[in-house]
């Protein structure tokens, strides 16, 4: 018996924002469309997210008055070495009619926010608004049976099963056990999320990116998209002209996949592929030294782009998105990881190397100040750092996954996340610091922090550091001196949320040879392409914006490019066929 076939239209390898769109907008066009996805569950990096969408040239940043020269001016500030002129401008032309269908024609809605600054405020083009926006909440249901197959939320970052969202709603979890008000929103959110795991296995109000990927995934399933979990891509397949014609498929569906105009490789980046970060990443030289808390970033599209001809470009300022993350175990053994994204930016916290002395702003941007930490580290052994806190601020904040009181903090320090000493001396002991650098760094922060003032790296100089802090904290947002003890300390080392350099393609997301030479039939978009940002992050949702927009590019476009090369649109599925 001979291999099972499957036939399609166009091939989608990966279900997280880039791939969805692609499904999507080739979906509405009458085009026959598979999703495949290797992970047990649909959703990506994207369904772990905050959801945020960085697109500019939306409707209300332009009627807030955001013009696409400051746009632009901000970019190449950005990266200036590296500023993609056509990829911009193909982003930002297509930034309203993206959004236009996904609000019109899909089930997905977005807010848009009056304040969410830009990553880079001291830059020229920054904006405290209008280019960032995020997915309404959801509730599950509308899956039915299939809610189960969508990707949970990292566990490590959810409040006992709640994820928070950036803005008002996190704020107030900051505060719970410093407001009755703050109390009251808290324990309603925690309530029902319970409730609702207790009733339905999982909870089903969806925030975030997990909101986002419902709302594409349903709107998928409605478009007669097939959704594939569980089936990774073996191989691609290729005609005797070199075009790539569908994919082997392994895993719960173990067919031969012919698709008729093509494959859309939107697999993710390679940030959990060791073979490639020991090349491509300057501080992971051995492949021991980066902890992705990425899903399905294993390198699969830009293996498979490399097996077809394809190359990895990583021309870019950055080749990935950097993120300090905490490794911690279980008492079980399983490895968990704590991105730290926001809660090094708040009063009372310092990041220190192993000198006891700080290496950056720790209100930047968590790409921008893992860049610091990289480029501090670079000729040590391994990249790491602390982050410090005193009683009081661990009191009222915590320490990240490390909860305030009044949460008991015996877990944190069995599973190796929190490490207390009575004294900075003690503390600096026990977690292999110089003490005296470490009591000379802190002394000198307490000075300026005090008055509100950071002499030596500026935190708490911009709108977007006072984003990152408390707001109700005088007299800035991001500054409180470290004073009585016990003390506690999490280590931080590199992680990401995405590879910057990647497949190489051509302005319409075709995938390239090393020569420039076009691959027909394979396109690549999302984290799995190089980024159009050139290495930057401009602001809250880089990897999404540029996903929703070049997906839905790709998807758009992919009947034309085919029809160009005289390829007819065949049957959307074949006779005797896996539907």
Partial sequence: ????????????????????????????????????????????????????????????????????????????????????????????DTVPEALDFFERQTAVEFVYPEKAPDYQMDLPGARLGGRAILPKDTDARILGDRRLLMQPYMSSYTVFGYMPQVGPDINEFFHVNQSVKSFVYVAKKLLRTWFDAARYRRPVLRSNGNALMTLMVKSAYDAGVRMWKSSPVLELTRGDDGAVTGAVLGGEHPVRVEAKLGVILAAGGFSGNTELRKR????????????????????????????????????????????????????????????????????????????????????????????????????????????????????????????????????????????????????????????????????????????????????????????????????????????????????????DLGTFAGIAVDSDNVVVTEEGTPIPGLFA????????????????????GAALVFGYRAGRDIAQLAAERGVERGPAVTEGAER
Wanted: with cysteine; hydrophobic share 40%; charged share 20%.
């Fill in 1 to 92: 018996m001979g291999q099972k076939t499957a036939a399609c239209d166009v091939l989608v390898v990966g279900s997280g924002a880039a791939g969805m769109a692609a499904a999507l907008k080739a979906a509405s066009q009458g085009l026959s469309v598979i999703v495949a996805e290797k992970e047990e569950y649909f959703g990506g990096t994207t369904a772990i997210s905050a959801g945020w969408a960085w697109v500019p040239g939306n409707r209300a940043g332009v009627a807030a008055g955001d013009t696409r020269e400051e746009v632009e001016t901000y970019l190449k500030n950005l990266a200036p070495g590296t500023y993609n002129a056509d990829g911009v401008a193909q982003f930002l």
């Fill in 280 to 495: 491509y990443f300057p501080h992971d030289a051995a492949g021991d030294d980066h902890f992705t808390p990425t899903v399905g970033h294993g390198g699969d599209a830009a293996t498979m782009a490399i097996a077809a001809g394809g190359h990895i470009d990583d021309a870019v300022s950055s080749v990935g998105s950097w993120a300090p993350v905490t490794v911690f175990r279980f008492r079980d053994g399983r490895q968990r990881l704590f991105p730290h994204l926001r809660a090094i930016g708040l009063p009372g916290l310092i990041a220190v190397d192993r000198h006891g002395k700080r290496f950056g702003n720790e209100a930047l941007s968590y790409h921008d100040f893992g860049g610091e930490m990289i480029a501090h580290n670079a000729g040590e052994d391994k990249t790491f750092g602390w982050v410090i806190a005193d009683e009081k601020t661990m009191h009222k904040y915590g320490i990240g996954y490390a909860k305030p009181w009044p949460m008991p903090r015996g877990y944190f320090y069995r599973t190796g996340y929190l490490v207390k000493g009575g004294t900075l001396v003690e503390l600096a002991g026990r977690i292999g610091v110089d003490a005296a650098g470490l009591q000379q760094t802190v002394a000198e922060f307490n000075v300026g922090a005090r008055a509100g003032e950071d002499p030596e790296f500026g935190r708490g100089s911009t709108e977007y550091n006072h984003f990152r802090g408390d707001m109700e904290h005088k007299p800035n947002p991001n500054l409180a001196p470290l004073e009585a003890g016990p003390f506690y300390a999490a280590k931080i080392q590199m992680g």
């Fill in 525 to 544: 978009v999302g984290a799995a392409a190089r980024s159009v940002f050139g290495g930057g992050y401009p602001g809250y949702g880089s990897h999404i």
